[in-house]
């Protein structure tokens, strides 16, 4: 398989304002943040850096949230030092005040008959709560479009668990790690599985070379992984690409049965990443589950920077405190999670992978899809104002990914078709 051109390999991975792919994201709504990141009516404001802008986000008294460019439109001073007062947010070098929309509200600086306020708007990207998340809509419509139908941002809150953690690479790289099974049964071996490991994980591990057959979608892409389960089945891992960002994965794993495990990777810059562990469950309460939905162990404290959140204690600084001794007699990579595993091999390739450099094979099948696929919306959105996938179809995200044992015979796509929709009232299909 081909390597990626430099000038494509720009394309997919450059994201700030004014870049193709920047474009293509901005057609979306966005999770920002966590709604528990702006817990309080009139609280302080936190800084956002999202697809290379600078921002600042604040809950206003009446409870709405307010997203802004960074800079006040009278001499430039941070807002993130404003206050938050009386539904607006203040700067405090003049004391220009703007409400959720940006519009400038009060001017004291000013003569009381002066209208000068009202021709003045900070940039401001509107803000949707929905289940525990804050969204943000950065394009160019006056109106916005429909909201996607994710199963997770729809089904109770209680029946969802979310995390974050910083990934300190460019968000195609850390994405793809998600839509490459092949890296599992590596990666993520622990040696000695015991009765107490899963069907699933026992298939898994055994299988180091699965059979993948990667299925186009009108939503982004889905693809099999196959390996042999017994001497009549074979074991399939159903996962999911859903454009621009989402992807939906399988563990096996038992904490997971019932759920269905996903990913968002939020681009921050170029070169950092937002990835939003999610993972719900269609039919009930998580309960138990209800703790973070993925992360990479303890995170040291945060900070008001732009990239001060969601930072693992263990991470490129410090080898992501590898033990080498676990790397020859516990697991593979020596490291102490799945998660860790997967930021210290994605931030490992560098900021952004030069792909031009890549040796692909066969079990690169989905990563060369889903690469071409953003590759075409991103140049048809650029070159003939085409919508991407999705922005105005928000039921094709109503998916599943899924783990199935299947007769040999069957084909896998038609005799999963009703398991990978979403809101059906039916469990996910996780073989555990």
Known sequence: MLPVLKEDNDLLTRIGPGTAMGDLFRQYWLPLLMASELPERAGPPVRVRVLGEDLIAFRNSSGQVGLLASHCAHRGASLFFGRNEE???RCVY???????????????????E??????????????????????????????????????????????????KTLRECNWL???????DNAHVPFLHSRFNLGPDDSLASRIMYAGKSPH??????????????RRDADE?????????????????????????????????WIPIDDEHTMMWGIRWNPTEPLGEQRPPASNAGEYVP????????????????????????AQRTVCFSGLRNIPLEDKMVTESMGPIMPRALEHLGPTDAMIVKVRSKLLAAVKALRDRGVSPPCVDEPSLY????????????ANWVEATEETLKAFTGQPAASLV
């Open 398 to 409: 109503g998916v599943r990914s899924a783990i199935v044992n299947l007769p040999r015979e």
């Open 114 to 163: 002066s209208t000068f306020k009202d021709r003045i708007r900070q940039r401001a990207y509107p803000c949707r709560e929905q289940n525990g998340v804050i969204w943000t809509y950065m394009g160019p419509r006056a109106e916005p479009p429909p909201f996607p139908r994710l199963e997770w941002a729809q089904v109770p809150e209680e029946n969802c668990a979310f995390a």
């Open 232 to 264: 009549r089945q074979y074991n399939w891992r159903i996962i999911q690409f859903l454009f621009p960002c989402f992807t939906m994965i399988t563990t096996g794993s038992p904490q997971d049965r019932g759920t269905v495990p996903s990913h968002a």
């Open 302 to 325: 945060n900070t008001s920077d732009w990239l001060g959140q969601w930072r693992p204690i263990a991470n490129m600084t410090n080898d992501y405190l590898i033990d080498r001794e």
């Open 87 to 89: 539904d607006g947010l």
């Open 212 to 225: 993948l057959e990667v299925v186009d979608k009108p939503y982004g892409a889905m693809y099999g992984s």
């Open 94 to 112: 003049h004391g220009w005040k703007y409400d959720v929309t940006g519009q400038c509200v009060d001017m004291p600086s000013e003569p009381l």
């Open 173 to 179: 790289q850390a994405l793809e790690g998600d839509i």
